[in-house]
């Protein structure tokens, strides 16, 4: 299948085929396909919580409007932004950076003069707001990647996030959550991925200038 065939079969799957487990290899692959996501400036400012725990699934699902994609589906894929971007954050990460690259951290300077920079003329709430974009890209890197491997994915928006903070008690690991994804495979009588696709016309969609 070409990528555009395998992006016609993926779908928000309503529901998910509950004995069907990802293998270990699988969940790899999109572990590294998210790791992969590019961010701005490369900060990958939030973490992903990745969810196989049948109580914890429960809990989450009677927070997420009853969805059962929650609990049927085989790993729930919780991102969540960072809640502080502070100047320690930004020097870490150029210290990342000279670390992978084996490179004088001193070579970084202007690279770092502006991470930090950006960091310090946000407010803190433009900072989380900045990051759930972030996220929102790796999700769908998740969802390209997953239809890549004949995974499905739903992502979903339908849950209450200060619920789910508690539940997996993010605000003490200085998180929030941004959106999620249920990762699995769809039931047989899913009738969902069987709709034809709604999209609007590239006429409409695209502007060519
Ligand atoms: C950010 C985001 C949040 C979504 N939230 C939900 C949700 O909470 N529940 C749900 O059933 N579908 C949810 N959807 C699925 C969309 O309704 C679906 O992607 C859209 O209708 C297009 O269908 P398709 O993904 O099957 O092509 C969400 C999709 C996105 C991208």
């Known amino acids: 299948m070409s990528l555009i065939e395998k992006l016609q079969w993926r779908a928000a799957v309503k529901k998910?085929?509950?004995s069907k487990k990802l293998s270990a290899a699988q969940l790899d692959t999109l572990l590294s396909a998210v790791q992969l996501a590019p961010t701005s400036l490369g900060l990958q400012s939030f973490k992903v919580i990745v969810v196989q725990d049948a109580e914890t699934k429960e809990k989450l699902r009677a927070v997420g409007y009853n969805q059962p994609q929650i609990t049927d589906s085989s790993a729930l894929f919780v991102f969540a932004s960072l809640t502080t971007l502070d100047e320690d954050f930004g020097k870490k990460f150029i210290d990342l950076v000279a670390a992978t690259r084996g490179i004088e951290r001193a070579?970084?300077?202007?690279?770092?003069?502006?991470v930090l920079?950006?960091?310090?003329?946000?407010?803190?709430?433009?900072?989380?707001?900045?990051?759930?974009?972030?996220a929102y890209i790796a999700l769908g890197v998740l969802l390209s990647a997953?239809?890549?491997l004949g995974v499905d994915a739903a992502p979903m928006e339908g849950f209450d996030a200060e619920k789910f903070d508690e539940i997996l008690g993010l605000k003490e690991k200085g998180l929030t959550t941004?959106?999620?994804?249920?990762v699995g495979f769809r039931a047989e009588d899913d009738q969902y991925s069987k709709m034809i696709k709604v999209r609007r016309p590239k006429e409409e969609l695209f502007i060519h200038i």
């Open 107 to 114: 070579s970084l300077e202007g690279y770092e003069q502006m």
């Open 178 to 182: 941004s959106v999620i994804a249920a």
């Open 146 to 148: 997953a239809a890549d």
């Open 117 to 134: 920079g950006t960091l310090s003329s946000r407010s803190d709430e433009q900072k989380v707001a900045w990051s759930h974009k972030q």
């Open 16 to 18: 998910f085929d509950p």
